[in-house]
């Protein structure tokens, strides 16, 4: 019995140093990556929820049937327990009474504040409504219509609880409504891209906040592309739909190679930015163990990884779940509480809120 037991356990232990193994690289595997270099490294993250779940089911395996099979999964959680706790913070007392003085920010990508082309383009649509029931001071939003925006802009409700509203022009879907005074505007574009970065500058008291509201660059999946990605996870030995399968990673790693240099122009424009206060928000289409957040996260606070809990997934489409909507702020800003409100479904978005003391 006991060498029967030896020839299951040790197949089994070796499957569990496997994936403690790619936990690891789902962990790291992005974030020194030199894009180009190692593309597929760059999609490591993607994978961490999967193989973070494996792991701790291991863990739990062993303990009830040979504990020292526990050794390999334990130690691979205390190498990995800075990035699970960047993905999965757990923070119980952050959502209680928060006390003032603070500014709210939220950050939401509308999905064209969900409306399509039939529906009645007016300030009276769910998504503006729902903004204003959050008490936000300022409002960073991403895929705004032009033509809704300027309505809204004129609505007399919109406008005595958000006096400065940026428009969207046909370069950025970015836009702001702000309880702030807006100083300036600017939109910075990103090459081979119709994604940008709207940049303002926001008067708070006697403090300048410098706030980029980024749209990185998008996957742009198409639904056969998001079926076929389905099959091949439903799939994995069929080369039925191998080639299609091929063509979807080579999509996904164009986009995360795009993304890399946005964010890592972004960020060395937030680094010589000489305002007070910083903030960077919006839509980067990227995990907490992503190449691009990782170039905020190296000299800037991750609002949600400090004061929010649990996952916190943003993006709720095709069964993907991952938290791709982030604020961040210069380390001069406490976060108190952030927090995903799922209360608003008429975008595949949900928005990030975070309220923050400008120390």
């Given amino acids: 019995m006991k060498l029967l037991g030896k020839l299951i356990a040790y197949p089994v232990l070796a499957v569990n140093i496997l994936v403690s193994a790619l936990l690891i690289f789902s962990c790291y595997g992005s974030l020194p990556a030199p894009i180009g270099r190692l593309p597929f490294a760059s999609l490591s993250g993607l994978a961490f929820p999967m193989l973070f779940g494996l792991d701790i089911l291991f863990l739990f395996m062993w303990l009830f049937t040979w504990k020292k099979g526990a050794i390999v999964s334990v130690i691979t959680l205390l190498i990995c327990l800075s990035p699970i706790f960047r993905y999965f913070p757990i923070h119980p007392f952050k959502a209680g009474k928060v006390q003032q003085p603070y500014i709210t920010v939220m950050t939401y990508n509308t999905e064209g504040l969900g409306i399509d082309d039939n529906s009645d383009r007016t300030p009276g649509n769910p998504v503006l409504r729902f903004i204003l029931q959050q008490e936000a001071d300022i409002v960073l939003l991403q895929e705004a219509p032009k033509d809704v925006m300027t309505k809204a802009s004129k609505d007399a409700e919109i406008r005595k609880k958000y006096p400065y509203i940026t428009i969207p022009d046909e370069i950025t879907s970015g836009c702001c409504l702000s309880k702030y005074k807006i100083l300036s505007k600017e939109v910075i574009k990103f090459e081979n891209s119709s994604n940008s970065c709207l940049y303002l500058r926001v008067l708070a008291g006697k403090d300048t906040i410098a706030v980029y509201n980024c749209h990185l660059e998008s996957n742009r999946l198409q639904e056969k592309e998001i079926s076929e990605y389905y099959r091949f996870i439903e799939h994995p030995t069929d080369n039925s739909h191998y080639e299609g399968s091929k063509k979807l990673l080579k999509k996904l790693l164009q986009s995360t190679s795009l993304r890399a240099g946005q964010a890592s122009m972004i960020a060395e424009r937030a680094k010589a930015d000489k305002s007070r206060y910083l903030i960077v928000c919006g839509d980067f289409n990227d995990t907490p163990l ?61 928005p990030v809120i975070s309220r923050l003391r400008l120390e």
């Fill in 290 to 350: 992503s190449y691009s957040h990782h170039q905020f996260n190296l000299f800037m606070t991750d609002a949600y990884a400090v004061s929010g809990n649990g996952a916190g997934h943003t993006y709720h489409e095709h069964r993907l779940y991952y938290r791709i909507d982030h604020i961040f702020c210069s380390r001069n800003i406490t976060p108190l509480h952030t927090w995903v409100d799922r209360s608003q479904k008429d975008s595949d978005h949900y």
